[in-house]
């Protein structure tokens, strides 16, 4: 096993160039909190993108900022926070649930995993604020896609096909990503008793209603039995729509309110999966679904004694599955139905991520279009190969 | 305008090809007289006339399936078209190729306010997609200009924006799923009503493709509720460097208005001309900033506004007192196109975006511009996210005045890229800046574009001409450039 460590985009082009040419694989590291994440890759080689880190520049004004992707998620925040502004799609730190040390996940890993948090309903995901890219490709090519703008329609939009790539098609070199201000105060209210599908029914209300929420998620009997609503903007903003919101709820339960710094704890809890980080012999599902089918899914998970929790308005469920033989990926694959929507086994064994798909098996006209995908971008499957499904 | 040489072989075999089309989508589907094509020689980038071979106009994805197989098998190329309200030339004909018009598609499949999302044929207007959903308290967020007439499919193809992008995003951000019909005529469903893809992310992809990698046949977005409340501000600077200042100064008071616009001094003359409204003709540039959102929000922040826009030299600063009000603000932002219109006869849309921060420099370049081409510019502007609408005003009936004011825009553009910009915002690439696309991209650059293109239409059948300056053979692009038995940077050691 070698471990390459380029300086600068064209050693990494030579190297890669060089590596496709002898048809030897590459595992890509930056931070290295994430390689749990996927199928196992076994490559003769690692790639270490440590170096193309730091911010390169920060314009709050206007709402732009390009850094190297092994630029530390704890750099970025510390630095938006000193003008008060965040990464509005919320991208919790994974590393944790994946035994790494909280802090080192990197821009680019939350970027090319397509991480975000429980304001993702409103706000998007990772995908929807990366503004463009350098990279250099599998073909050991030096490319650059986007630009430094928020709006910009010019060409193929490459930025989306990086975000959820897993690596796999190309190695970021810098990347660019619109921020926001940051929200100047924060109430969060809690719902209390509530089962799944009263649960699902309040979430709906209130995002169905005029207060704009931005975070609805629901924690089962066994976290407490807990449901969550957001308010977030300025202060005389918020403190009127908590109480009109509470108001509209009764019918569910009479809510507590939560001020400030109280009420981003559970939010910063959710998007850090902090529930699930200490057990990690479990392996550990999220699952997609259009909101209201969150309840089905979750009585599938009940059958497999998973623990669960909402967030996305229902739309999303973290379940961790004690060992069991696929770790649930037939029950759980099986609850999706017709209604569509996918599960992604997010943390599991060595040996269940060889053999478990990690990602929703597609149909084949799918797939195949994946394949091509994969092959304009790195026609000797070099760059990670396998980490999201096996053609790929 | 240069576009692919067109194929004798096909055009010959015109009735031919008519009378196999129609065994697939029977009747009126196929339009094969003169008269009848006229209709669908340009777009809304009028000064770009081609008539199709033939128009096929499908109603069921099946058709629209059979219809691809059959191009490609008989390689006749496929330009697909919604309304026709392409900017860009987005559905330019060709005349060795069909049209394939969408505008069949024309219903909304389910409305679903639990999920908060709307199922809907391409061919449904962008505005009808609100009127769905507005009993209800809902609407779709993104609002190009044309959207009482555009479709929903065309508005995924070009990706496009409107006034509110800053806060409501794109088309990108609002769409959930579609299905597609690929040139191998395979149905492929991206996305639906849950969020993320479970692969690549093909959907974004799809999205702002220009039709030149799939055959939209489906669109599932999610809707917003409306805003309660929505408030403006109609505020007068003595100069754009002042009111540029204004914007920037209410992003980094961390608010973000549901739509900043501005105007220049031409702008506004024309607007108010035009519709009456109030603004002020003493001003150099006027902005209308819109805050949307719960009603003690709105009213909270339309103060903070208020106070910034004096700290920053306001002339003037009126707040609406009610939604007429209001609507009269943008009544002459929404007719400024009409209304310049009316004063030069002809008029130029051109659409860039730049970094905020080079407006004043942006603006001093266009002004040199005008005096160089003759032509005098009237500017209106997405203020919050830098997307920039010069109008260059010209004569079509003058001699050269056409040319002269497509070269003028071609330098304006140019100039956004110098600036740190990009040459189109929303009204994307087509044909209008293909051959712009090497000031922004290198050939490299371009060459991971096209093979994407490869991988979705490895024949070049749909809509070619359009995005690309030059049409490669993909299996060109896919090789690997080896130099007598090297790679590139032989110099450096390799494993």
């Known amino acids: ?392 | 305008m240069r576009m692919p040489e067109p194929d004798g072989g096909i055009i010959a075999r015109r009735a031919e090809i008519a009378a196999a089309l129609r065994q697939i989508v029977p009747g009126e589907g196929v339009i094969d007289s003169e008269e009848e094509r006229r209709p669908y020689e340009s777009d809304g980038l009028t000064a770009y006339r081609n008539m199709p071979l033939l128009v096929v106009l499908p109603s069921t994805t099946e058709q629209v399936a059979a219809v691809l197989r059959y191009c490609r098998d008989n390689r006749i190329k496929v330009v697909p078209r919604g309304a026709g309200t392409s900017l860009s030339g987005g559905a330019l004909p060709l005349a060795d190729g069909i049209v394939l018009g969408m505008a069949k598609f024309n219903r909304i499949l389910e409305v679903d306010f639990p999920n908060r999302c709307v199922v809907a044929q391409p061919g449904v207007t962008n505005l009808g997609i609100t009127h769905a959903v507005q009993h209800a308290g809902f609407y779709y967020a993104p609002d190009p200009s044309s959207q009482i007439a555009c479709t929903i499919g065309g508005n995924v193809a070009e990706n496009s924006g409107g006034v509110h992008c800053l806060k409501y995003g794109l088309t990108t951000n609002n769409v959930l799923g579609i299905e597609f019909v690929t040139i191998d005529g395979e149905t492929v469903r991206l996305g639906g009503k849950h969020l993320e893809a479970e692969g690549y992310d093909l959907l974004g992809v799809m999205v702002g493709s220009e039709g030149l990698l799939g055959v939209v046949t489906e669109v599932t977005v999610r809707i917003l509720q409306k805003p309660p409340t929505a408030r403006a501000l109609l505020i007068g600077f003595p100069s754009s460097e002042c009111a540029g200042n204004c914007v920037a100064a209410i992003i980094a008071a961390g608010i973000i208005p549901g739509g900043m616009e501005m105007m220049d001094k031409l702008a506004i003359h024309a607007a108010e001309d035009f519709v009456h409204v109030g603004y002020p003709r003493d001003v150099e540039a006027l902005l209308i900033v819109e805050i949307d959102g719960p009603k003690p929000e709105v009213d909270h922040l339309i103060g903070c506004v208020e106070a910034i826009a004096r700290q920053n030299q306001a002339a003037s600063c009126r707040v609406s007192q009610s939604d007429e009000e209001r609507l009269a603000f943008w009544a002459g932002r929404k007719a400024a196109f009409p209304a310049v219109g009316c004063i030069s006869g002809d008029y130029y849309c051109v659409d860039g975006t730049i970094p905020r921060k080079r407006l004043s420099d942006v603006l001093r370049g266009m002004t040199e511009l005008s005096a160089k081409y003759g032509l005098p510019v009237a500017n209106v502007f997405h203020a919050g996210d830098g997307n920039l609408h010069p109008l260059i005003l010209y004569d079509a009936n003058k001699p050269g005045e056409v040319e002269r004011a497509e070269a003028m825009g071609a330098d304006i553009l140019c100039l956004c890229v110098e600036l740190g910009g990009v040459l189109t915002g929303e009204h994307g690439v087509g044909v209008e800046k293909r051959d712009l696309m090497d000031r922004m991209f290198n050939p490299v650059d371009l060459e991971h574009q096209m093979r994407l293109k490869c991988a979705f239409d490895p024949e070049g059948l749909l809509n070619p001409g359009k995005v690309f300056p030059q049409l490669h053979r993909c299996a060109e692009l896919g090789r690997m450039h080896v130099h007598k038995g090297q790679t590139a940077f032989p110099d450096i050691p390799r494993f």
């Open chain 1, 1 to 392: 096993m070698t471990r390459f460590r380029p300086k600068d985009a064209r050693e990494l082009a030579e190297l890669v160039a060089g590596a496709g040419a002898k048809g030897e694989a590459l595992e890509v590291i930056a931070g290295g909190t994430k390689r749990g994440l996927g199928r196992p890759v076994e490559t003769p080689h690692q790639l270490d993108v440590t170096a193309f880190a730091g911010i390169r520049s920060y314009e709050p004004e206007e709402l732009v900022l390009t850094a190297g992707p092994a630029t530390p998620m704890a750099e970025i925040a510390r630095t938006l926070a000193a003008a008060q502004q965040v990464l509005p799609f919320e991208p919790g730190d994974w590393g944790p649930v994946y035994g790494a040390p909280a802090g080192r996940q990197t821009l680019g890993g939350v970027l090319v995993c397509n991480i975000a948090g429980p304001r993702r309903p409103r706000q998007g995901s990772a995908r929807d604020h990366l503004l463009g890219f350098h990279a250099v490709s599998g073909r050991g090519e030096v490319f650059k896609s986007g630009g430094r703008v928020i709006k910009n329609v010019t060409g193929y939009d490459l930025s989306k096909l990086m975000c959820g790539s897993f690596g796999t098609l190309a190695v970021l070199t810098e990347v660019t990503v619109k921020v926001l201000p940051a929200p100047e105060a924060t109430r969060t209210l809690v719902l209390r008793g509530l089962d799944d599908a009263r649960a699902v029914q309040a979430m709906t209300r209130a995002l169905n209603g005029a207060q704009d929420v931005s975070g609805a998620a629901h924690l089962p009997a066994e976290f407490g039995a807990r449901t969550l609503l957001r308010l977030e903007g300025p202060a005389p903003s918020v403190e009127a729509r908590a109480e009109a919101l509470r108001r509209e709820l009764t019918e569910f339960a009479v809510a507590e309110v939560l001020s400030d710094a109280a009420a981003m704890a559970p939010w910063r809890d959710l998007a850090d999966l902090n529930a699930f980080a200490a057990e990690p012999s479990r392996a550990l599902w999220r699952v997609s679904v259009a909101p209201q089918a969150g309840p089905a899914i979750a009585a599938a998970a009940r059958k497999l004694e998973g623990r669960y929790l909402y967030d996305w308005g229902g739309g999303l469920l973290w379940i961790a599955v004690a060992d069991a033989r696929d770790s649930g990926a037939a029950v759980l694959r099986g609850a999706l139905g017709e209604a569509g929507g996918h599960a992604t086994l997010i943390r599991a064994s060595e040996s269940q991520r060889a053999e478990i798909p990690i990602f929703e098996p597609q149909p084949p006209a799918l797939a195949a279009l994946g394949q091509r995908v994969k092959e304009s971008f790195d026609p000797a499957r070099i760059l990670n190969p396998g980490r999201m499904y096996r053609e790929l």
